[in-house]
């Protein structure tokens, strides 16, 4: 089975400060794709950046951007700057064809920037 | 830009009751699914639709739950009784072919006093 785990249940940052929340996940398929998603009160969950496995290169959008370590089954998330509006809970997720052409999450690092 | 709806947006019901959320996704996306929200854990899947077809319930608790999607469209998931560990945000997501291709509704939030 996937498993992804997300070992931060909070984190806390100052407004235009960097922060990082991590993920590890396990697997035994070579072609998957990797996922954080946000999720603010009371919203709907949309998705922040997207990795897939088999680029080396790390995806980065605008302040958000990831570290992929495929041999360490590592995958964080690095926000740059943060903003009042990044206060959410975040979720790393792991998607596999090979597993079923679904999102498993793991259990989400609630995030709050403080001014 | 096109949405996932859900409804209803808040659903308080008794313990032993019926309980039914509804669920429309993007026109043209065939996979459909719904998740299963505890408040602080991330989302855990129920059931997943390819087109009116269930390809994964095996989370589903089909004593109680019940999940169709009869031509394909939308999707509607009951709950027969409810259960207090049912409280719950009830997530519906839809996919076009594209891997990174989700949507998310608002979700459900139901609540069983």
């Known amino acids: 089975a996937q498993t992804v785990t997300q070992s931060q249940p909070e984190m806390s940052v100052q407004e235009a400060e960097t922060v990082t929340l991590s993920c590890t996940y396990d697997?035994?398929?070579?072609?998957?794709?990797l996922f954080w998603y946000k999720q603010p009160p009371s919203r709907q969950m949309i998705l922040v950046i997207r990795?897939?496995?088999?680029?080396?290169q790390n995806a980065t959008e605008n302040r958000f951007s990831v570290n992929f370590q495929k041999a360490a089954k590592s995958f964080s998330l690095k926000i740059s700057d943060s903003q009042l509006g990044d206060t959410a809970m975040y979720f790393c997720?792991?998607?596999?064809?090979?597993?079923?052409?679904?999102?498993?999450f793991g259990a989400g690092t609630i995030l709050r920037v403080k001014s | 830009e096109a949405e996932v709806a859900q409804s209803p947006r808040y659903k308080i019901t008794e313990k032993s009751q019926a309980v039914a959320f509804w669920c429309d996704p993007i026109?043209?996306?065939?996979?459909l699914y719904w998740y299963r929200q505890i408040l602080g854990q991330g989302p855990e899947l129920l059931v997943q639709?390819?087109?009116?077809?269930?390809?994964?319930d095996s989370q589903l608790p089909k004593d109680r739950f019940s999940a169709e999607r009869l031509k394909g469209v939308d999707s509607t998931l009951k709950i027969q009784p409810a259960e207090l560990g049912d409280s719950a945000m009830y997530l519906c997501?839809?996919?076009?072919?594209?891997?990174?291709?989700?949507?998310f509704g608002s979700g459900t939030r139901l609540t069983v006093v």
């Open positions: 997720a792991f998607f596999a064809m090979e597993y079923g052409n679904k999102l498993v």
């Open positions: 697997t035994s398929e070579s072609n998957y794709y």
């Open positions: 026109s043209g996306h065939a996979t």
């Open positions: 997501a839809s996919r076009r072919t594209e891997v990174y291709g989700y949507t």
């Open positions: 990795q897939e496995a088999y680029k080396q």
């Open positions: 639709f390819q087109d009116e077809s269930v390809v994964d």
